[in-house]
């Protein structure tokens, strides 16, 4: 399977590589389009000068440029076998010092858990290592705001070693969500993605997650300290099997909220697009894209078992 994944990987990098170097992405015959992936050549933005070339990945949106930076944090995902690979990658707004989004994939060999959540009595949520020190915050700017810190990527998600969990605790991948939120749908959200991250479900899932921080109609406040408290979340899944693709959206208030019914916030991935600005999964052969993007929302419920 990891064997598979890598193939599957470097054959995805290799054919968006060759269209980040040529305008006519198609070459005759069978050969699939893909008009709008990110591109590794000829962009930059003040955090990246060359673009890192994980952002050909599945997971990753279209890349906001500007003011942004991308974050890809690498670690040990598995303890047992010492399989090395991407953790999670973050695109961190360096004007507005907030995360737009976090992205990663779950898959088979990272599944199992083989450490225990993070704990520490001084340093639980550490400044971001890759993160310059001028766009960081010069103190945890959650402390004393009555606001969690909110994983994006879950720290339940990355159990596979010490080290892959450390790094959800970076305040890169952190939005303020208020505990009636994040300790409840929120929380049933992301349990309803490991209930699908099995293998008679996926060979592999592909995330993005994040709050609203771009539109001031979605920002709920911004606290003294300047952190962004976004006034919606969502999540982007895409899910390849062997019978091919299917993707579903979740789109929610940020508001105490405790339910379990989550058939109401699923949103296909071309509404979602609409609601936040960001392309998702634009890395995929645009055929692929715009078919499961824009299933009708009944449709994805059927497809991802949602009532």
Not at 72 to 77: I, R, S, T, Y
Not at 184 to 198: F, G, K, P, S, T
């Amino acid at each position: 399977m990891k064997q598979l994944h890598s193939l599957f990987f470097v054959a995805c990098c290799s054919l968006l590589v060759i269209g980040c170097n040529s305008d006519n992405n198609s070459t005759g015959g069978e050969t699939e389009s893909n008009t709008n992936a990110n591109r590794l050549v000829g962009v930059s933005t003040i955090g990246n000068p060359t673009m890192p070339p994980e952002i050909c990945r599945l997971e990753f949106p279209k890349i906001k440029g500007g003011n942004s930076m991308i974050i890809v944090h690498k670690a040990e995902l598995n303890a047992r076998t010492h399989e090395y690979g991407v953790n999670y990658s973050v695109e961190w707004d360096t004007q507005k010092k907030s995360q737009r989004w976090s992205c990663y994939q779950m898959y088979r060999s990272i599944a199992k858990p083989h450490t225990k959540r993070y704990r520490s009595k001084t340093n639980q949520y550490p400044q971001d290592s890759k993160l310059p020190e001028a766009f960081q915050f010069a103190s945890d700017p959650y402390w004393r705001t009555g606001y969690d810190h909110g994983h994006i990527c879950p720290s339940a998600d990355r159990l596979g070693s010490a080290d892959a969990n450390y790094q959800t605790f970076f305040l890169t991948n952190m939005q303020p969500q208020v505990n009636g939120f994040n300790a409840y749908v929120w929380a049933n959200m992301e349990n309803q993605l490991r209930i699908w991250d099995r293998d008679d479900f996926r060979d592999t899932l592909y995330v993005c997650k994040g709050g609203t921080i771009d539109k001031q109609n979605q920002i709920l406040t911004i606290t003294s300290k300047g952190l962004i408290v976004p006034k919606y979340f969502y999540m982007a899944i895409l899910c390849k099997n062997k019978l091919g693709y299917k993707a579903l959206g979740f789109w929610i208030e940020h508001e105490a909220n405790d339910d379990t019914d989550l058939g109401k916030y699923v949103v296909s991935i071309q509404e979602l697009e609409r609601k936040t600005g960001i392309d998702f999964f634009c890395n995929l052969p645009d055929n692929i894209e715009r078919r499961v993007e824009s299933l009708p929302k009944e449709k994805i419920k059927l497809a991802w078992g949602l009532r």
